[in-house]
């Protein structure tokens, strides 16, 4: 009987680690530490909303990442450079950012849009390969790729 309820506790912790520990899960593995570069912004039918030329900018040079440490964060979007705190929850996958510095002005129409997204994001949907952060209405999301 003893080795019956050995096995059964054993084959719990598995379980709940197995399900704690997936990808989706794993905040800190997602966020702390790891530096995550601008993709594209998409619309809630996951259709790609940046021009071919928006792309090859935000590809130039730097520019459109956001770091996380373990509670703040800085990013860049063109002329532009940010700190602040965030956090994200598990449970709703809520997402949020505070920006208490900002460094220069920002020159550009998406650069300005990068930014008030990047303040607007309200939820995240995230693995070790992808992070999307969506706006309140979930409506639109910054997709980003590890840099």
């Known amino acids: 009987m003893m080795r019956c309820i050995t096995i059964y506790i054993i084959a719990c ?22 530096t995550w570069k601008l993709s594209n912004i998409c619309n809630d039918k996951d259709a790609p909303l940046l021009s071919q030329e928006d ?11 956001i770091t996380f440490g373990e509670s703040t964060f800085t990013a860049r979007a063109t002329t532009m450079e940010l700190e602040g705190t965030w956090k994200a929850v598990n449970d709703g996958n809520t997402f949020a950012v505070t920006i208490t510095k900002t460094n220069g ?28 952060l969506y706006n309140e209405g979930k409506t ?5 790729r590890p840099q």
């Open 55 to 65: 792309v090859d900018h935000v590809n130039a040079g730097g520019r459109f990442v």
């Open 13 to 34: 912790i598995a379980a709940l680690c197995s399900h704690s520990c997936s990808p989706e899960d794993d905040i800190r593995g997602i966020f702390v530490g790891k």
């Open 105 to 132: 002005t920002e020159s550009t129409a998406l650069g300005n849009r990068f930014v008030e997204m990047l303040r607007g994001s309200r939820y995240y949907q995230a693995d070790y390969n992808t992070l999307q």
């Open 140 to 144: 639109e999301y910054l997709l980003f």
